[in-house]
């Protein structure tokens, strides 16, 4: 993908997160909650995993508790940020996780939490995955959702618009969880599967909220964003605006974090496959017990009216 094309400038992401490297751990409940769900699913899949990463590994709270499972044996930790690299257990690798420096087939599980949403060309990202997992290995992640941070994108947004005129890109879009489970196929893997939570979490102010961001990714690394910092003024503005809208009773504030979780399969001989299309041996009406239509059957699909004006 060209410069021109890229959507974070990941250089600027890696130079923020290793500056609030030390604030991490003061701001991971995100991390922790994905981390036990993924823990979770894991330990309901009866599989052995010799060699498993952590892909994007923060301090490797995820790693560590996927670590913990009897069916897991060595982890390795990846981290694009030498001075959280530096934080996670031994081994530990620094790399880029849209090169990664693993020789094709050589791993069993590839775990990944609340890391992969920020990179620029994430099927290529998949496709390295699927690459370095070895036949009927597993890929298993947690990436933000496109109804993340909603609230905040709406209040600067009209904050800006209001006192300038316009407004320029200040939180990151997320593809949605129909988007991540079609590159999953994209990328190679097999049985992929991908579903979402939306969790509402309450801050003291549209401020704490902000340093949590800042804390586990960078805030506004857009490549498209606007260089001058938001002007004092604006920023109040969107304050009042967030407070006004999504506000409590005590004077908190409400965020919005869609979680959507990826799960896919490196190819194998011993996998289900999907049957060949005319392959089944009963009609879907006889087991429905309705009457099939051929779908250029008009009659089977009465035309909707148009509701009138009251």
């Known amino acids: ?20 490297a030390g604030e991490t751990a003061e701001h991971e409940f995100l991390l922790s909650h994905v981390a036990a769900e993924i823990a979770d699913r894991l330990g309901a899949i009866l599989r052995d995993f010799p060699l498993a990463l952590d892909l994007g590994a923060y301090r490797g709270q995820l790693g560590r508790r996927v670590a913990k499972l009897p069916s897991v044996g060595t982890m390795i930790f990846a981290e694009s940020v030498p001075e959280l690299a530096a934080l996670c257990p031994r081994p530990s690798v620094v790399c880029d996780e849209e090169f990664l420096p693993f020789r094709d087939e050589c791993l069993s599980l590839v775990v990944s939490g609340l890391a992969l949403h920020r990179v620029n060309d994430l099927p290529g990202t998949l496709l390295q995955i699927r690459r370095a997992l070895r036949p009927d290995g597993l890929f298993m992640a947690a990436v933000l959702g ?28 997320f593809a949605d969880v129909r988007e991540y489970g079609g590159l999953l196929q994209r990328a ?48 109040e503005r969107a304050e009042e605006i967030y407070r006004t809208h999504h506000g409590t009773k005590v004077g908190k504030v409400k965020a919005s974090f869609e979680i959507v979780y990826l799960m896919g399969w490196a190819p194998h001989d011993s ?8 392959s ?26 148009r509701p009138k004006d009251i």
Do not use: C, W
Not at 4 to 18: I, M, V, Y
Not at 146 to 173: K, T, Y
Not at 271 to 278: D, F, M, Y
Not at 281 to 304: I, N, V, Y
């Open 1 to 20: 993908m060209s410069e021109d094309n890229e959507l974070f400038d990941r250089g600027l992401l890696r130079r923020r997160r290793a500056r609030f």
């Open 271 to 278: 996998q289900q496959k999907p049957l060949a299309p005319g």
């Open 188 to 235: 190679g893997f097999a049985l992929p599967v991908s579903d979402a939570e939306l969790l509402t979490v309450t801050y003291a102010s549209p401020r704490e909220l902000m340093r949590e961001i800042r804390a586990l990714g960078g805030g506004n690394v857009m490549a498209a964003r606007r260089k001058a910092p938001l002007p004092r003024g604006t920023f």
């Open 146 to 173: 496109s109804q993340s941070l909603q609230e905040l994108r709406q209040a600067l947004i009209e904050a800006e618009a209001e006192l300038h005129g316009g407004a320029s890109p200040r939180v990151a879009p």
């Open 280 to 305: 089944a041996k009963r009609r879907l009406a006889d087991a429905l017990h309705t009457t099939e239509h051929s779908a250029g059957d008009k009659a089977a699909f009465p035309q909707r009216r």
